[in-house]
């Protein structure tokens, strides 16, 4: 019975307010993309925890590898004149 | 997020030669020491995952099995207000099932085999819930104090070493407080009543006073997994210190009720600064553990009812959408996302 009906993994998106990115609040399974928002609706935001709902699913979501986390974002790693923090800026000048 | 669960396991598996298993190791331990949250896709000790799936299916299991006693009664709130308080409250039950049944399968664990595992009697659920519901007072003792038991287990746990049952726990705990207000309410209304639902809310304190407090589980000295699991960081405190907050917490609480703790033992202990109590009462719990609770059989039959029951429904909806996404390709309903 389970693998004919095993519906697929959805990775749900919710913009909490207007002016806001939405931002991931978890899963769940659905069968359909329809049938995942209105899932998603009633799983998260019950509270009118949002205004707009993405879903996604899971399987085709490509992500960067753990292993390789050091040697992938070791390029902004000895770039520290990227922040603005970096410049000394002699006391007393203003709006910079 | 679940994606990339398959292969991380199968590595975690192969990885068994000594040299590349022990820099894991290393890098996972250190890890845990310095307080990061361990990943999905990280590389996990095979007993930290096993604990984990443990840990986290009996607490999904248990969300759904709790349910049951309160949806008992539902039907006969006694007021509208009651009735729509204590629908918001199950079906956040059910959101919570689902929140941790997410958070678990991130570990590779599919969600129709921990549902298998739950009906075969295989994975357990807290014991709690194989007590039954007498009174509408029980609805207000399950609330004040099983749920405030649930509180003082789960706030630690949103700091748990894993990340995503520390993110399902910190959203559960944001709701779960809801649930113990409205109990606390219900009990003080029932408490301020007739001398009948004076007697009633304090006939439900009564029972629900000691298995609240089994709610903790074993005693340290007895438990199997919790050296381990606080070494892991899974857990942060031991079943004993939960239970003595617990404890503590509720002590001035019932008093605000103007209702008594079954337990002649209650009292202030100056040098502890910490309330003593009796002692528990730990056969019942491992009964009713094995299966001979009140209602363990009663609460099995009705998942597994309800499990078959929607059958038709997983079926119809798997079939729709296999119908729906083979034609004009995938039924996305309103078109542009844009990121």
């Known amino acids: 019975m389970s693998s004919s009906t095993d519906w697929p993994l959805w990775e749900v998106f919710v913009r909490s307010r207007r002016g ?7 899963s769940l399974h659905a069968p359909d993309a329809e049938m995942a928002l209105r899932n998603a609706r009633d799983l998260y935001t019950r509270r009118s925890e949002g205004v707009s709902l ?14 390789e986390k050091d040697s992938f974002f070791e390029p902004a790693g000895d770039k520290p004149y990227r922040h603005p923090t970096f410049y000394e800026i002699p006391d007393g000048v203003k709006h910079l | 997020m679940a994606a990339g669960t398959a292969s991380q396991t199968a590595q975690a598996t192969a990885g068994s030669a000594e ?51 309160e949806a008992n009664w539902i039907t006969r709130a006694p007021s509208l207000r009651r009735k729509a308080i204590l629908m ?16 678990a399968e991130t570990l590779g664990t599919g969600r129709e085999e921990l549902l298998d595992k739950l009906h075969a009697g ?15 007072a029980d609805v207000g003792a399950i609330g004040w104090l099983v749920d405030g038991a649930a509180i003082t287990n789960q706030v630690p746990l949103c700091r748990c070493s894993y990340g995503p ?9 944001k709701e779960e407080s809801f649930h113990q207000r409205q109990g606390y309410e219900l009990l003080l209304a029932l408490s301020n009543g007739t001398p009948a639902q004076h007697e009633m809310a304090q006939d439900a304190v009564n029972r629900w006073w000691w298995p609240s407090l089994m709610m903790f589980g074993p005693p340290d000295d007895a438990s199997a997994h919790s050296a381990q699991s606080m070494a892991w960081k899974i857990k942060r405190h031991s079943n004993d210190e939960l239970r003595q907050r617990f404890v503590d917490i509720c002590v001035p609480q019932a008093e605000a009720l103007g209702l008594s703790l079954p337990d002649p033992d209650i009292r202030w202990n100056e040098e502890r600064g910490r309330h003593d109590f009796g002692a528990i009462d730990w056969t019942e719990f491992q009964e009713v553990l094995k299966g001979n ?5 009663q609460r099995l039959d009705q998942r597994r009812r309800a499990h078959e029951e929607g059958a038709w429904v997983r079926e119809a909806a798997a079939v729709y959408a296999r119908k729906h996404t083979s034609g004009a390709g995938p039924a996305v309903p309103n078109g542009k996302a844009t990121a």
């Open chain 1, 20 to 26: 806001l990115s939405h931002t991931h609040a978890g």
């Open chain 1, 54 to 67: 993405w879903v996604v699913p899971s399987d085709r979501i490509t992500a960067s590898s753990p292993d």
């Open chain 2, 19 to 69: 040299g590349p298993e022990a820099a894991l190791q290393a890098a996972f331990d250190a890890a845990v020491a310095a307080d990061e949250r361990i990943e999905p896709r990280d590389w996990m000790p095979d007993a930290y995952r096993a604990s984990l799936v443990r840990q986290m299916a009996q607490h999904a299991h248990s969300e759904i099995i709790g349910m049951q006693p």
């Open chain 2, 88 to 103: 918001a409250k199950v079906q956040d039950e059910a959101g919570h099932g689902l929140y941790l049944y997410s958070a």
């Open chain 2, 122 to 136: 295989r994975q357990r659920y807290s014991s709690i819930f194989n007590y039954p519901t007498l009174t509408w």
């Open chain 2, 165 to 173: 049952y520390a993110r399902a726990m910190v959203r559960i705990c």
């Open chain 2, 293 to 297: 609770g009140p209602c363990n059989e």
